[in-house]
């Protein structure tokens, strides 16, 4: 494969639907399991997919794969093999490569974690949420706290590399009852936390039959405790809702929020790839039927696609830079936005005059106000 001349850094995501119940507050593109599911067809579809869009890397080695969902491990681990080693089989990669795989804590799915590993996985995500039986059961998770402790030490000791997902803010939850959550996802020992605050979003059940959640002045002391919890623990905040011990940074993640590339495959996968000055988004067909049968069909799975115009990458650029708490080198605008700093210029000084940006000459990097207020920030650049 010819070695590509485009400096920008390209991840590949997979994406796989299927899950086991549909959660109330989830908004991706995930579909229950109802009855016999085809796992091997799709995957079959997912090399297919990738092999028709080998062009989009343009010889790039990938810098890290990230399996996704829907609940992956629900997958066959005999499939996950098989895809990832085809995926190896096409591309070039780079050394180290990170390729990280979301899972539940089913019990199922652990008894498959050394099988995921020898497939080739390098990082699990364990979608806890909560190690309260009473919150799972609020935000409809199918598993229990004693599964979720399982699950994490189960990772802890097939994998180098652990993340476990959880959510604050929940239907009743109080401080006490998220401190007994942190304490418990800071003594397992894991080397990356995602915190997320539970948000209400359109499409799903939660926005039909809105629970009552925490007011937003406890929300922010809430907010306040894990922040000086993971601090006091080793875990440093690197981005706005992600800790990590050193050397613990999702390599995935670090490339979308430093704007890198990404080619996204399977129903319903989102890609953006840069292509000489210009950067195209797209996004698969969604539902893995159609997905499938367009595959099948030798048509393209692609739903739609589109130039993202000058004007909207300034934005498109900070909302993903400016999650990360130190920031970017600011050479990097113009590298992967593809046009001249000097149309943000005035910008970038309204955001330090309102102390929302660092003054600095090398880095483009949010205060502590910037990132406590992260929608005012992006707001300057819209």
């Known amino acids: 494969m010819v070695a590509s001349i485009n400096p920008i850094p390209v991840s590949l995501y997979v994406h796989l639907p299927w899950c086991e119940k549909k959660c109330p507050y989830c908004d991706f593109n995930s579909h229950e399991v109802k009855g016999p599911t085809d796992f091997e067809s799709y995957i079959d579809c997912l090399i297919l997919d990738l092999s028709n869009s080998l062009e989009d890397l343009n010889g790039r080695a990938v810098k ?9 491990s629900l997958t066959p681990s005999a499939l996950i093999d098989k895809l990832v080693c085809s995926i190896k089989s096409m591309v070039n990669w780079e050394k180290n490569l990170e390729i ?7 019990s199922s799915e652990i008894n498959k974690f050394k099988e995921f590993r020898n497939a080739g996985v390098t990082r699990l995500s364990i979608g806890v949420q909560s190690f309260n039986d009473h919150f799972l059961r609020s935000l409809g998770r199918i598993h229990s706290g004693v599964e979720a402790r399982a699950a994490v030490n189960a990772a802890n000791e097939v994998f180098d ?3 476990i997902d959880l959510m604050y803010a929940l239907p009743g939850q109080k401080i006490s009852a998220l401190k007994d959550d942190l304490d418990l996802a800071i003594g397992s020992g894991v080397g990356h936390i995602s915190y997320y605050q539970l948000t209400i979003e359109p499409n799903t059940y939660f926005y039909k039959y809105t629970p009552k959640v925490p007011e937003d ?3 922010y002391e809430m ?6 919890s993971m601090c006091q623990s080793g875990l440093s905040r690197y981005e706005v809702s992600a800790f990590c011990r050193n050397g613990e940074k999702c390599d995935h993640n670090m490339n979308y929020w430093e704007f890198g590339d990404y ?4 129903a319903g996968a989102h890609s953006k790839i840069t292509q000489g000055s210009g950067i195209r988004r797209s996004v698969r067909l969604k539902h893995p039927d159609k997905y ?3 595959i099948s069909l030798g048509k393209s799975a692609i739903q739609s696609s589109s130039e993202v115009k000058e004007c909207d990458r300034p934005l498109e650029f900070f909302m993903n830079a400016l999650r990360l708490v130190e920031g970017v080198d600011q050479n990097l605008f113009s590298e992967r936005a593809c046009i001249s700093d000097r149309i943000i210029r ?6 330090i005059k309102r102390g929302l940006l660092v003054n600095s000459r090398s880095r483009f990097q949010p205060t502590e106000l910037g990132i406590n207020f992260l929608n005012d920030l992006l707001e300057v650049f819209c």
């Not at 990280?100 to 089913?106: I, Q, S, V």
């Not at 907010?223 to 000086?228: K, N, P």
């Not at 080619?263 to 399977?266: S, W, Y």
Request: aromatic fraction near 2%; proline fraction near 5%.
């Open 64 to 72: 890290s794969i990230f399996i996704g969902g829907g609940t992956p």
């Open 100 to 106: 990280t795989m979301e899972a539940n804590p089913g």
């Open 161 to 163: 590399r652990v993340n």
């Open 217 to 219: 002045e406890v929300a």
């Open 223 to 228: 907010q306040e405790l894990i922040l000086s």
């Open 263 to 266: 080619l996204g495959i399977g």
């Open 292 to 294: 499938i049968n367009a």
């Open 346 to 351: 005035e910008q970038v000084d309204v955001a």
